[in-house]
């Protein structure tokens, strides 16, 4: 099971951290990550972590601001969000896949999410 924390209300330039445990250790042989979507539009990839090699990814959109990172101890993927932007509001959704596939940006290659918190960048 997955399950994030850590949205709220921030202003422009403001920072967040989200969080994602995986409590069942499910994804151990494969990613953690995050996509989010904002209201009227689909939803979007925005950062994961292979778990095994530590490897990451990120949505072009937001290089340079959001960091996925990870505690293995306890098995939590985290997402550092900088400099925000009012495009950044959203619902995030932690997503977990128990192997690894190169379509990682697509949202069907996952059948496991977490619950959404939603992320309010105001101006």
């Known amino acids: 099971q997955l399950q994030a924390s850590g949205g709220g209300l921030v202003q422009v330039g403001g920072s967040l951290r989200l969080s994602c445990a995986d409590s069942?250790?499910?994804?151990?042989?494969?990613?953690l990550g995050w996509f989010r979507q904002a209201p009227g539009k689909e939803r979007e990839f925005v950062a994961l972590?292979?778990?095994?090699?530590?490897?990451?990814y990120h949505a072009d959109s937001v290089k340079g601001r959001f960091t996925i990172s990870r505690d293995r101890v306890k098995n939590t993927v985290y997402l550092q969000m900088n400099s925000l932007k009012p495009e950044d509001t959203a619902v995030y959704y932690c997503?977990?896949?128990?192997?690894?596939?190169?379509?990682?940006?697509?949202?069907?290659?996952?059948?496991?999410w977490g619950q959404g918190t939603q992320v309010t960048v105001s101006s």
């Open positions: 972590m292979r778990w095994p090699n530590g490897a990451t």
């Open positions: 069942g250790r499910a994804f151990s042989s494969g990613a």
């Open positions: 997503v977990g896949r128990r192997y690894w596939t190169t379509s990682y940006g697509q949202p069907s290659m996952y059948a496991d």
